[in-house]
C-alpha cells in the first residue's frame, strides 16, 4: 500500500483562525448514486474529523459555515433533513469533543431554526462557555449581508438612545455576530467553487483563500494541511510593503 507523506508544517505559523464553506456533498452523493443526503450526512462525519484535526494543530478559531440563509430555498425534505442532521450533530457533539478544550458557539439568525435546535445550541454553548482551547463555531442560518442588516440596524438604536456618538469600524465589528472572535486568517473552500455565496463577507477582508478540489465529503487531515501548507507561503501585506 501506498502512503502519502506527510505534510510537514510550521508549527509556529499556524493560522489562529480557519474558516470553512464547507461545499461539494451533493455532488459527492450524486457520484454514488446515493440521495444527497447521505452527502450531507458523510459531510457531518468530515467535519467530525476536521475538527479534531485542527484541534491537535492548536488552530485557536474554527468556522464552519452549514446552512446559509440562501439554504432554505431547497426542496423541502432536504432541508428537513439538514436540520435533524444538525440537531444530531448538536446532541453529540459534547460527548464526542469529551476531554477536548472546544467551546461550540454558533452565528447566524437562530430565531428560523427549529425550536429544537435552538434550544440545543443554547445548551451546548452555555455548557462550553467557560472552555479555553478551541473555539469552534458554527454558522447557521447565516448570511452575512443579514450580519450586517442587523448591525447597523443595532448601531442605529444605539445612535438614537445616544450611546454612540461615532460611527466607525469598532463601532461595526462589534455588533457582528463574530463581535468576540477575531477575523480568519485563511478561509477554505471546497467542491471547486470559487466564491464567497455570503460567508464572512466584513471579516473576509484580508483573509487569505484556498480553493480545494475536494468535494467536502473527500476533505480530510491531508487536505486540511496542504491548504494550511499554501497559507504558510503566502505574504500577507495588509496594504502595506514588506520588505
Ligand atoms: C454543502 O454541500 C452543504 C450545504 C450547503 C448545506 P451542497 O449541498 O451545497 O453540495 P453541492 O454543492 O450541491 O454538491
Ligand atoms: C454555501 O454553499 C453554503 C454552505 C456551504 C452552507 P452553497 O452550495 O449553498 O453555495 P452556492 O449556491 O453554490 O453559491
Ligand atoms: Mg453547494
Known amino acids: 500500500m501506498f502512503f502519502k507523506k506527510k505534510v510537514e508544517l510550521d508549527m509556529s505559523n499556524i493560522p489562529r483562525h480557519i474558516a470553512i464553506i464547507m461545499d461539494g456533498n451533493g455532488r459527492w452523493a450524486q457520484k454514488r448514486g446515493l440521495s444527497r443526503t447521505m452527502g450531507h450526512r458523510e459531510g457531518s462525519r468530515t467535519l467530525k474529523k476536521i475538527v479534531e484535526a485542527c484541534y491537535n494543530l492548536g488552530v485557536k478559531y474554527l468556522t464552519v459555515y452549514a446552512f446559509s440563509t440562501e ?105 457582528l455576530y463574530t463581535h468576540e472572535i477575531p477575523d480568519p486568517d485563511l478561509l477554505i473552500r471546497t467542491s471547486g467553487e470559487m466564491r464567497l455565496s455570503n460567508f464572512l463577507l466584513w471579516q473576509c477582508c484580508y483573509t487569505e483563500f484556498y480553493f480545494s478540489k475536494a468535494l467536502w465529503p473527500d476533505f480530510d487531515e491531508a487536505c486540511l494541511r496542504e491548504a494550511i501548507l499554501s497559507y504558510q507561503g503566502r505574504q500577507r501585506r495588509f496594504g502595506g510593503v514588506k520588505c
Not at 436540520?83 to 446532541?91: F, H, R, S, V
Not at 430565531?111 to 479555553?132: A, F, M, W, Y
Request: glycine share 6%; with cysteine; proline share 2%.
Open 71 to 175: 439554504n432554505w430555498s431547497r426542496p423541502k425534505q432536504e432541508v428537513d433533513d439538514l436540520m435533524n442532521l444538525i440537531l444530531e450533530y448538536l446532541l453529540n457533539a459534547e460527548k464526542e469533543l469529551k476531554g477536548k478544550n472546544v467551546r461550540i458557539r454558533v452565528i447566524g439568525d437562530r430565531k428560523r431554526l427549529p425550536e429544537r435546535i435552538q434550544k440545543e445550541i443554547e445548551r451546548v454553548e452555555s455548557n462550553t462557555r467557560h472552555i479555553q482551547g478551541l473555539d469552534f463555531v458554527i454558522a447557521l442560518n447565516y448570511g452575512g449581508r443579514q450580519e450586517i442588516i442587523d448591525a447597523v440596524s443595532c448601531l442605529v438604536e444605539d445612535v438614537k438612545a445616544g450611546k454612540l456618538c461615532e460611527v466607525n469600524e469598532q463601532a461595526i465589528a462589534e455588533r
